[in-house]
């Protein structure tokens, strides 16, 4: 019964794309051809009879009619006729709705969709368009109900959240923790790419919407403080550096900088090493790659504290008993604009970041080690790369002829090659 619902589909198919679908009238016949049908090509006379038999089977239950080539009765078909009288018998044979009715109940599943983000909005516009005004599934929305109706509670989701883990997101809204990475993910992913920015990597595109594979949790070292919760609390006092969760982040109240510098680090095991003999007047900052919006959050607040002439700041900038800082021990100080630097891949990931940095903190920030004599020294340490990965550096310096890193680009392409800053130990 495989092959016959194989060969079926095959004709329905031809049909759902014809005008038979919306003009009944229509008198062109919808006609498979025996060489559409892959097993029948196979060569091998078994395979050819069990589609005889399959044909046979079809045209007894009415679905189909069929003919032979000339002067090969029995031996070799030719066509199969759709028989467009048993359509209903037939959708009900292979458990298939028929296509009108999967664009109406797709068009209302997708209208009763309440959302208040912008870029949901415009894909559910155009997707609406789409089935009534050409009566068609968009390829960015799916035909089969169970797969629409993720999509659709993942859309929901999205709307309620702040910000939660793939796992957890799918287990509150799909109902499973592994479902939105096996059967939701990727597609949303294209939907994103169309709709946000289809330069933006997996993971920052998602992170960009709520969804993290793991919460942020920011390393920092310097001489910064922050005020949580109605209290100072003077980071300096940690040699070795330390974190920030995603909840103190979001409860930050303000930030006094008093360094000269602000240094963000790509990758968390160079951030360990440079840490050792980072300079006192530096706080240096892991991003971890594409970062999520806490991190931006944490980013923006600081950059808004430091571009303050004038704020309320502990004088203390090394306590003595405590690292929490009464109100007694706070009095006004003007706050230095630090210098912004970035230090990442020497790599088409690493110059998006800083790309995303540079939206956030402004024409201020510079790159560090990210220029064609960082990438020439340590040739030895490079990594190649193929033709896909040069197509879309090739994209990106297209679409960013003034960008900072234009020399470098021009260099990787020519010798294709790129450099993770792993490679790299400053001392």
């Known amino acids: 019964m495989r092959l016959e619902k194989q060969v079926l ?26 060489r559409e049908i892959k097993l029948y090509q196979s060569g091998s006379y078994s395979d050819k009879q069990a589609v005889h038999l399959a044909v046979e089977d079809l045209r007894s239950r009415g679905f189909v009619d069929y003919q032979w080539v000339a002067f090969e009765e029995g031996n070799l078909l030719d066509k199969l006729f759709l028989n467009l009288g048993q359509l209903e018998a037939a959708y009900d ?51 089969e109900p169970d797969k629409l109706g993720l999509l659709l509670d993942t859309f929901k989701g999205l709307g309620e959240i702040s910000e939660l883990t793939e796992r957890i997101f799918s287990t509150r809204y799909l109902g499973n923790s592994k479902t939105f990475e096996r059967s939701v993910r990727s597609r949303l992913v294209t939907i994103l ?44 006092r940690f040699s070795y550096g330390t974190s920030l969760n995603s909840e103190s982040i979001r409860r930050l109240e303000a930030i006094e900088v008093r360094s000269g510098t602000v240094l963000t680090i790509e990758n968390k095991a160079v951030y360990y090493e440079y840490i050792k003999h980072a300079p006192e007047d530096e706080i240096v900052i892991y991003l971890g790659g594409f970062f999520g919006k806490y991190t931006r959050l944490f980013m923006e607040k600081l ?55 540079k939206v956030i903190l402004g024409e201020g920030l510079t790159p560090l080690y990210m220029d064609l004599e960082t990438l020439q020294n340590n040739a030895d340490q490079a990594m190649d790369f193929g033709e896909d990965y040069a197509a879309r550096l090739g994209g990106y310096i297209e679409r960013n002829p003034e960008t900072e890193f234009a020399e470098v680009i021009r260099y990787m392409l020519a010798h294709r090659v790129r450099l993770e800053q792993e490679a790299l130990v400053v001392e």
């Open 9 to 34: 589909n095959q004709l329905i198919d031809k049909y759902e794309r014809s005008r038979h679908v919306f003009e009944a009238a229509s008198s062109r016949r919808v006609i498979l051809n025996a």
């Open 193 to 236: 790419k169309a709709y946000l920015d289809p330069e933006m990597e997996e993971d920052q595109l998602l992170a960009s919407v709520g969804i993290v594979r793991n919460y942020d949790e920011l390393l920092l070292k310097g001489e910064l403080s922050i005020l949580l919760d109605g209290q100072w609390l003077d980071l300096s």
């Open 303 to 357: 950059r808004d504290a430091a571009s303050t002439s004038t704020v309320t700041i502990p004088m203390v900038t090394k306590p003595t008993t405590a690292t929490v800082l009464t109100d007694s021990a706070l009095t006004a100080k003007t706050s230095k604009k630090p210098q912004y630097r970035h230090w990442g891949d020497i790599d088409l990931g690493g110059f998006m970041i800083y790309d995303t940095l």
């Open 93 to 143: 044979f292979l458990g298939r709705m028929p296509l009108l009715r999967q664009l109406e109940e797709a068009g209302q599943a997708l209208a009763a969709l309440d959302s208040a983000l912008p870029w949901v909005e415009a894909y559910q516009t155009e997707m609406l368009r789409c089935l009534s005004e050409e009566r068609r599934f968009h390829r960015l929305l799916p035909q």
